[in-house]
């Protein structure tokens, strides 16, 4: 299926959810009009997220939902959309409960302004896969999801063990004060490295931060004020990206 379409039977599902409405059994007790019965979304966040009116809710509203829950002003701007646009707007639509649309566009103007060039919608594309698919680097957030499957997904996985990852993103903001010289520094990778595959010291990363390609093993170490120990770039500290900003060498842009 393509986007396009794929975007249209999101539309076309959400419009079913409406249609199962029936008059509240007690009317005092809910805000909305009607109680609903719906298989796919959460369809009281969408009412009162998007001011719908429930006596009218056609599948052109249907539409124009699924265009700003997937980052547009509006369906006609989705249907004009490139290929990596719309990839993109895939992406931030079924990883909506990992990420939302304002935390992915400050974490892209962070990179950006970092990088001092614009991250376009390939690049963001694979930025996307890396760092919220594979690695789920924003996990210590809770993201309200308009789609219910996200609900059943998210229940297997809380059991999950992700409190280093967590430390990593939360502190990211209070890194400075001492630099820790670490003896072994693989064991010390070996053993505090926040995501699945440690890299060896000889590795090569791209470091989105400072746009630099760093040797692994060059790494340094500081200190925060809550004495937590955090992973940095071989440049900090004038470059402040930590491991979770490392991503490999071959997503460093061709120029
Ligand atoms: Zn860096």
Not at 90 to 103: A, C, F, P
Request: with cysteine; glycine share 2%; hydrophobic share 40%.
């Amino acid at each position: 299926m393509n986007t396009i379409d794929y975007f249209k039977l999101q539309a076309k599902n959400l419009h079913k959810d409406f249609k199962t409405k029936t008059p509240p059994v007690n009317k005092a007790a809910t805000a909305f009009l009607f109680e609903y019965a719906p298989k796919y979304f959460d369809v009281e966040m969408v009412i009162a997220n998007f001011h719908i009116d429930e006596e009218n809710f056609t599948l052109m509203n249907a539409q124009h939902v699924i265009a700003k829950i997937a980052n547009f002003d509006n369906w006609a701007s989705l249907l004009k959309a490139s290929p990596a646009e719309l990839e993109l707007a895939q992406l931030l639509y079924d990883y909506q409960h990992r990420i939302d649309i304002v935390g992915w566009q400050f974490y892209i103007a962070d990179a950006q302004s970092m990088n001092r060039e614009e991250l376009d919608a390939e690049i963001q594309v694979d930025i996307f896969k890396k760092m919220v698919i594979e690695e789920d680097i924003f996990d210590d957030q809770v993201i309200e999801s308009y789609l219910l499957k996200h609900y059943e997904i998210e229940i297997s996985d809380s059991g999950r063990d992700r409190t280093s990852t967590n430390r990593v993103v939360n502190q990211r903001e209070d890194w400075t004060t001492k630099e820790v010289i670490i003896k072994d520094k693989q064991k010390y990778l070996d053993e505090k490295y926040p995501f699945g595959e440690i890299p060896k010291l000889t590795d090569e990363k791209y470091c989105l931060h400072c746009g630099k390609v760093i040797t692994v093993g060059d790494y340094k170490v500081f200190i925060d004020d809550l004495d937590s120990e955090l992973i940095f770039c071989p440049n900090a500290p004038k470059c402040d990206g930590t491991v979770i900003d490392w991503l490999p060498v071959n997503y460093q842009k061709s120029k």
